[in-house]
């Protein structure tokens, strides 16, 4: 059998040990019934049973199956397409439709008009065993599927795209989205892409939510969540725990990708390529470290302090160093703090800046010189923001850790989407600490610190943290401003939206309208979501 390097395939024995782990209240799912076998012709074409365990019990179960197979019933074990009468005991209907969507981790259609099978009450089942053939199926063998039990609790409009929804950064269902997302980066671990954004859709209809979920059964009928999603929400419900993100979690493959995409510089793919040649941790990749690229080597160099998030108020700090390297060279240079910090949140794993100027011509080359100046400096100016310094020389390197900067393409369309065309700097900066003061000679070190442990790093009164620049043209400046502000899938979205339902092509630059052939201006971000029809979302509800 042809089996993916990365899929998460799991020896049995290790799933039994990882069940005794996990404390789910419900471990077993129902077996197959020993000798169910599945006749899809059987005596009674076109008839396919299928019994629900639930409430019956397994005994029961094998028994009744014994039965109508002796009649000539086809009778599964598996709940499967092919079955057409679903035939339970004492469970209603929508009972018996989350029952199987957990059992098969799948959305069931129901209803046999639409094309899913019946759902039957066993009263049926008796009948049509008493007479030895399928007697017809009437209302009074049916289960009644209710349809959104809790409509007050359902959310006003969970419209499809994130971009027409305010998502807060702070929700109703963090559990429940956190497993989510787990089971996205595993997905885009094994290079799945599209399932990976199916779990990431999920969880962001479910942060704009405005209420608590209380059963899988309320996340029926909005958008992505589907039968899989809804088995991970009623185990985190029920179990507080769902056993297939357990089990991602404590997997090698999992961890071990987690750690090495963690690394700045090093994305999914390489991430991959060096897990199937062996390296499970950092010092693995120390030994191989010549085969670095210059990014990867600083983000090795600085991984114990870029793991550790970036608060708001080193984030203010680092907004001080960064303006005043700029207006050495343009005074009158407007500099905003966009990313997740412009949305809210309290921290982050880099502070993002976009950087502008009515002057356009003024913006050329401005990234270079300030970054020049920001690499020749040591982290020791006593213009940030006044802090107590009182610092011997740093010698070895200045306050730029890492840098690399990337001009603008001036094609007509960038390729990468990540590029988008900007001039942009993605730094390491050396920000010094707010409180803490120098201590020892350590931080004088020539030598490269160490992510283990405690390096030179700790007692160093700065702290390696992630910047990235971006210059926007004054006239897109408020594209560029939307842009960068993300939330990633809240950007994402955006494009979807714009060129799914508007015909337009939105980038960090403009919306053209691909119909009437132009681009359409805009002085605000206000003007873009009219532009695009949409009501407008400040930041903190781009948190998608
Ligand atoms: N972005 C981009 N191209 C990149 C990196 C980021 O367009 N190569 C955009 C993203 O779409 C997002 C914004 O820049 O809108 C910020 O990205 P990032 O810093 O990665 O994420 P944050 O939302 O700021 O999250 P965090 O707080 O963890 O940094
Ligand atoms: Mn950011
Ligand atoms: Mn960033």
């Given at each position: 059998m042809h089996?993916?390097?990365?899929?998460?395939?799991?020896?049995?024995?290790?799933?039994d040990a990882v069940m005794s782990l996990v404390p789910l209240k419900r471990r077993r799912r129902s077996e197959p019934v020993p000798g169910g076998t599945t006749s899809p012709a059987g005596t009674f074409?076109?008839?396919?049973?299928?019994?629900?365990?639930r409430r019956m019990g397994r005994a029961r179960r094998a028994f009744l199956t014994a039965l109508a197979q002796g009649k000539g019933f086809s009778v599964t074990p598996e709940y499967s397409d092919a079955v057409t009468h679903v035939v339970s005991e004492q469970n209603s209907g929508s009972e018996v439709l989350m029952w199987i969507e957990r059992?098969?981790?799948?959305?069931?259609?129901?209803?046999?008009?639409?094309?899913?099978?019946?759902?039957?009450?066993?009263?049926?089942?008796?009948?049509?065993?008493?007479?030895?053939?399928?007697?017809?199926?009437?209302?009074?063998?049916?289960?009644?599927?209710?349809?959104?039990?809790?409509?007050?609790?359902?959310a006003p409009e969970t419209l499809p795209y994130a971009c027409q929804r305010r998502t807060p950064l702070h929700h109703h269902n963090q559990e429940i989205t956190d497993a989510l997302h787990v089971l996205a980066k595993a997905a885009s671990f094994e290079g799945s892409e599209v399932r990976s954004l199916g779990f990431i859709r999920a969880a962001s209809v479910l942060k704009s939510l405005p209420f608590r979920l209380r059963s899988a059964e309320e996340a029926r009928g909005l958008p992505w969540c589907g039968g899989h999603c809804r088995t991970v929400i009623q185990e985190i419900l029920e179990d507080e725990a769902c056993r297939e993100?357990?089990?991602?979690?404590?997997?090698?493959?999992?961890?071990?990708?987690?750690?090495?995409?963690g690394i700045f510089g090093v994305g999914v793919r390489t991430a991959e390529r060096w897990y199937r040649e062996g390296v499970r941790s950092l010092r693995d990749l120390q030994s191989i470290e010549r085969k670095l690229t210059a990014e990867q080597r600083a983000g090795l160099r600085h991984y114990t302090d870029l793991q550790q998030p970036v608060t708001r108020e080193e984030a203010v700090r680092a907004e001080l160093l960064v303006k005043d390297?700029?207006?050495?060279?343009?005074?009158?240079v407007q500099v905003t703090m966009t990313g997740g910090f412009r949305r809210g949140k309290q921290q982050g794993h880099d502070v993002d800046f976009l950087i502008t100027h009515p002057d356009e011509g003024a913006l050329?080359?401005?990234?270079?010189?300030?970054?020049d100046w920001l690499e020749s400096k040591e982290p020791t100016s006593a213009l940030l923001g006044g802090c107590p310094m009182n610092p011997p020389p740093f010698h070895y390197m200045g306050m730029l850790l890492y840098h690399q900067i990337k001009e603008r393409s001036h094609g007509r369309r960038t390729a990468s989407i990540t590029m988008d065309g900007h001039e942009t700097c993605f730094s390491i900066v050396a920000l010094p600490n707010g409180d803490t003061e120098r201590t020892g000679l350590d931080a004088l070190s020539p030598e490269p610190v160490s992510p283990h442990g405690a390096g030179p790093e700790a007692l160093a009164s700065w702290r390696a943290v992630r910047v990235d620049l971006v210059v926007a043209a004054y006239s897109e400046y408020s594209y560029a401003l939307l842009g960068w502000t993300g939330s990633k899938h809240f950007e994402r979205e955006l494009r979807r939206f714009s060129s799914h339902k508007k015909k337009m092509s939105l980038s960090s630059h403009r919306l053209y309208d691909t119909e009437?052939?132009?681009?359409?201006?805009?002085?605000?971000e206000e003007e873009i979501f009219a532009h695009l029809g949409l009501q407008y979302l400040t930041p903190s509800d781009r948190n998608a």
């Amino acid at each position: 059998m042809h089996c993916h390097p990365l899929s998460l395939c799991y020896p049995l024995r290790f799933c039994d040990a990882v069940m005794s782990l996990v404390p789910l209240k419900r471990r077993r799912r129902s077996e197959p019934v020993p000798g169910g076998t599945t006749s899809p012709a059987g005596t009674f074409p076109g008839v396919c049973v299928f019994l629900v365990e639930r409430r019956m019990g397994r005994a029961r179960r094998a028994f009744l199956t014994a039965l109508a197979q002796g009649k000539g019933f086809s009778v599964t074990p598996e709940y499967s397409d092919a079955v057409t009468h679903v035939v339970s005991e004492q469970n209603s209907g929508s009972e018996v439709l989350m029952w199987i969507e957990r059992q098969s981790s799948r959305p069931v259609e129901h209803g046999g008009a639409q094309g899913g099978p019946q759902f039957l009450d066993i009263t049926w089942f008796t009948e049509s065993m008493s007479v030895g053939r399928p007697v017809g199926v009437e209302p009074r063998h049916c289960l009644g599927v209710e349809e959104f039990p809790a409509a007050c609790n359902k959310a006003p409009e969970t419209l499809p795209y994130a971009c027409q929804r305010r998502t807060p950064l702070h929700h109703h269902n963090q559990e429940i989205t956190d497993a989510l997302h787990v089971l996205a980066k595993a997905a885009s671990f094994e290079g799945s892409e599209v399932r990976s954004l199916g779990f990431i859709r999920a969880a962001s209809v479910l942060k704009s939510l405005p209420f608590r979920l209380r059963s899988a059964e309320e996340a029926r009928g909005l958008p992505w969540c589907g039968g899989h999603c809804r088995t991970v929400i009623q185990e985190i419900l029920e179990d507080e725990a769902c056993r297939e993100v357990e089990m991602v979690k404590i997997s090698d493959q999992y961890r071990s990708m987690e750690l090495l995409t963690g690394i700045f510089g090093v994305g999914v793919r390489t991430a991959e390529r060096w897990y199937r040649e062996g390296v499970r941790s950092l010092r693995d990749l120390q030994s191989i470290e010549r085969k670095l690229t210059a990014e990867q080597r600083a983000g090795l160099r600085h991984y114990t302090d870029l793991q550790q998030p970036v608060t708001r108020e080193e984030a203010v700090r680092a907004e001080l160093l960064v303006k005043d390297a700029l207006q050495r060279f343009l005074p009158e240079v407007q500099v905003t703090m966009t990313g997740g910090f412009r949305r809210g949140k309290q921290q982050g794993h880099d502070v993002d800046f976009l950087i502008t100027h009515p002057d356009e011509g003024a913006l050329t080359g401005l990234l270079k010189k300030a970054v020049d100046w920001l690499e020749s400096k040591e982290p020791t100016s006593a213009l940030l923001g006044g802090c107590p310094m009182n610092p011997p020389p740093f010698h070895y390197m200045g306050m730029l850790l890492y840098h690399q900067i990337k001009e603008r393409s001036h094609g007509r369309r960038t390729a990468s989407i990540t590029m988008d065309g900007h001039e942009t700097c993605f730094s390491i900066v050396a920000l010094p600490n707010g409180d803490t003061e120098r201590t020892g000679l350590d931080a004088l070190s020539p030598e490269p610190v160490s992510p283990h442990g405690a390096g030179p790093e700790a007692l160093a009164s700065w702290r390696a943290v992630r910047v990235d620049l971006v210059v926007a043209a004054y006239s897109e400046y408020s594209y560029a401003l939307l842009g960068w502000t993300g939330s990633k899938h809240f950007e994402r979205e955006l494009r979807r939206f714009s060129s799914h339902k508007k015909k337009m092509s939105l980038s960090s630059h403009r919306l053209y309208d691909t119909e009437q052939c132009c681009s359409l201006p805009a002085t605000c971000e206000e003007e873009i979501f009219a532009h695009l029809g949409l009501q407008y979302l400040t930041p903190s509800d781009r948190n998608a």
